[in-house]
């Protein structure tokens, strides 16, 4: 599962840093404010890639899906990203459960089995 939702956080994080730009020249905001708030969602999406396996941390994912779909309001093209990012992370979350619980049936069939040597 960490494998597949840091993949889809590291996808956020550009797509972040883009939407900061097109956001400094299409809103009234200014620079500071734009590059405050991108700049923290982007660390986020790093500092989850780490911490994706301990408690809460999937739980702050979903607040960044969250916070992504709400940057609509700025950027309205990110109402959509947003919504695609969260059905990726939902799929990458939901699949990735699934391929850590056919890793571990594998480890412990494996296990299982006497040595034929």
Known sequence: ????????????????GF????????????????WTVSGIAMALCLLL??????PGGLALGWLLQAGLIASGFAVPT?????????ALWWASV??????????????AASAAEPDAA
């Open 94 to 107: 939901h699949y990735g459960r699934k391929v850590d619980e056919a890793k571990a049936a594998r480890a």
């Open 1 to 16: 599962m960490r494998t597949l939702c840091a993949g889809t956080l590291l996808g956020e994080f550009f797509v972040i």
């Open 19 to 34: 939407a900061g730009l097109v956001a400094m020249r299409t809103t009234d905001l200014s620079t500071g404010t734009v």
């Open 78 to 86: 990110m109402f959509f990203l947003g919504v695609l990012f969260a």
């Open 49 to 54: 890639c780490g911490v994706l396996t301990r």
